[in-house]
């Protein structure tokens, strides 16, 4: 079973940038599309973008599109978020988790990584 260990969260301040990175243990990795997640205090947990196994990305949420970035490097079975611009309410856990493909059912959730965005 694929395990995702999520990490690269932190404190910026507003317009800065974080980069997530969402490292796998298993060599099937690449066989797996990749999902970002993120989930704020009271609200529910909304996909940010998906990577296919061959590195196509879809379903960027209309609030981040243009200033977040999904990639991923099998050699190293990791996958990668590039976050510009962070505003405030890009504050969330941000989980990584897998599927068969993007837009099937996700699983082998992370542990989740904090992106805190204020002044």
């Known amino acids: 079973q694929l395990r995702l260990v999520a990490s690269g969260g932190g404190l910026v301040q507003p317009g800065g940038s974080l980069r997530l990175s969402c490292s796998a243990s298993?060599?099937?990795?690449?066989?797996?599309?990749i999902g970002w997640f993120r989930q704020a205090p009271g609200k529910e947990r909304e996909e940010v973008p998906c990577?296919?196994?061959?590195?196509?990305?879809?379903n960027y949420a209309d609030s981040v599109k243009g200033r977040f970035t999904i990639s991923r490097d099998n050699a190293k079975n990791t996958v990668y978020l590039q976050m510009n611009s962070l505003k405030p309410e890009d504050t969330a856990v941000y989980y990584c988790?897998?599927?068969?493909?993007?837009?099937?059912?996700?699983?082998?959730w992370g542990q989740g990584t904090q992106v805190t965005v204020s002044s």
């Open positions: 990577i296919t196994n061959t590195g196509g990305s879809t």
């Open positions: 988790a897998a599927a068969v493909g993007c837009g099937y059912a996700f699983g082998s």
């Open positions: 298993a060599s099937t990795f690449d066989y797996h599309a």
